[in-house]
């Protein structure tokens, strides 16, 4: 009997969804696990590797990109388990993720999702993991860039607590409750999913929890970047939710409107972080004890200076690019090296298990890079 079926959704990001599911595998080695795929047309060469690398993995291949929300109703439908696990692609999961969110789970009588704590993939917390009903008023302020109130800020990073709002991203939950509630609306696209997800969870008298006590990696953050692309999207996910569970005066629909029609009319506010130029050379630390995968990752680029190390030290520091050998070192041990404030200088990389490459992201609004060797 099938415990927890984990549902991925996924566009044109092979790399990550095949370190995903490695970090999946690691964590459910003492749990009834199956995991479904939702391919969204990528044209990366992601299904194809999925059939090579992982063909126990149930691939749904659409012909076109149906969006976030009609995808993980397709393999909500498909899937068996008592319990779903909403899943990005860009994730890492630690080794005991799934067991301890699952020892707390079934201890609750009215669960309706639970989420996780997420770092990116520089180590730095990501608030969006826990967030408070976007009013009108709300929304609007975190378009112009004030937050406060957007995100749960009065729960702390480490804390287990209930919480109105999760991120899609990781979003574990009965798959009796999700059908019941109807699941995702399929009238969003992008962004605004999961709010309206956890609002009708609230509606119908379930908590949603905020599971501080296990942390992942998500490469690609929320955007903080206040650009037109951004701005349609998200200004479009919160008119659908006021229309559905709000009704809204005159004022705050003018409000709304003024403000959102202000900024796209506006230049962009910043570029983006990823534009800015990275060092051409690197000291380099691979942590692991392969030496023949060393000497290869040396050969294809220039270091300034190059060491391996079996363990994390302090000296670390030293070094500008970390690389870990997830063959050697757990994602557990990973995620808590990237925790560490002391190291978070230090641009930071995965070789997921038997692979020719290294991943990871400098900046949670990018999507990350890939290194071949």
Not at 261 to 290: D, F
């Amino acid at each position: 009997m099938i415990k927890l079926s984990v549902i991925i959704v996924n566009y044109n990001v092979q790399y990550f969804l095949e370190q995903c599911i490695l970090s999946l595998q690691n964590a459910s080695k003492n749990i009834t696990v199956e995991i479904i795929v939702v391919d969204n047309n990528s044209t990366d060469g992601s299904c194809a590797m999925l059939r090579q690398k992982f063909p126990k993995v149930q691939l749904i291949s659409n012909v076109k990109n149906v969006g976030f929300s009609k995808a993980n109703n397709q393999g909500v439908d498909q899937a068996v388990g008592a319990y779903i696990l909403i899943l990005n692609p860009d994730t890492v999961i630690a080794e005991d993720t799934l067991e301890k969110t699952l020892n707390f789970v079934e201890k609750q009588n009215n669960l309706g999702a639970l989420g996780v704590k997420f770092i990116d993939g520089t180590g730095n917390f990501l608030p969006e993991t826990k967030r408070n009903i976007p009013t009108v008023r709300v929304a609007s302020r975190k378009i112009l860039g004030n937050s406060k109130r957007y995100y749960a800020n009065h729960i702390s990073e480490n804390e287990i607590a209930s919480v109105e709002i999760l991120t899609g991203a990781f979003m574990l939950m009965k798959r009796h409750v999700y059908i019941k509630i109807g699941g995702f609306d399929e009238d969003y696209f992008m962004y605004g999913e999961d709010i309206d997800l956890c609002y009708k969870l609230l509606n119908k008298g379930y908590q949603n929890y905020y599971y501080g006590e296990t942390t992942i990696i998500h490469y690609k953050g929320e955007s903080t970047t206040k650009n037109t692309s951004y701005l349609k999207h998200f200004y479009g996910a919160m008119q659908i939710f006021y229309k559905k569970h709000f009704k809204t005066n005159s004022f705050d629909k003018f409000f709304s409107n003024l403000i959102y029609k202000i900024l796209v009319l506006s230049k962009p506010l910043k570029k983006n972080p990823q534009n800015i130029e990275a060092p051409l050379q690197y000291n380099l630390l691979l942590i692991g004890e392969n030496e023949d995968l060393f000497e290869k990752i040396k050969q294809k680029s220039k270091f300034k200076k190059s060491e391996i190390s079996k363990v994390i030290s302090e000296n670390i520091s030293e070094f500008d690019l970390v690389i870990f050998d997830n063959s050697m070192i757990s994602n557990k041990e990973i995620i808590e090296y990237f925790k560490n404030k002391k190291f978070q200088n230090s641009l930071k990389r995965i070789i997921p298990r038997d692979a020719s490459f290294y991943l990871g992201s400098d900046f949670s609004t990018s999507k990350g890079k890939v290194s071949h060797f």
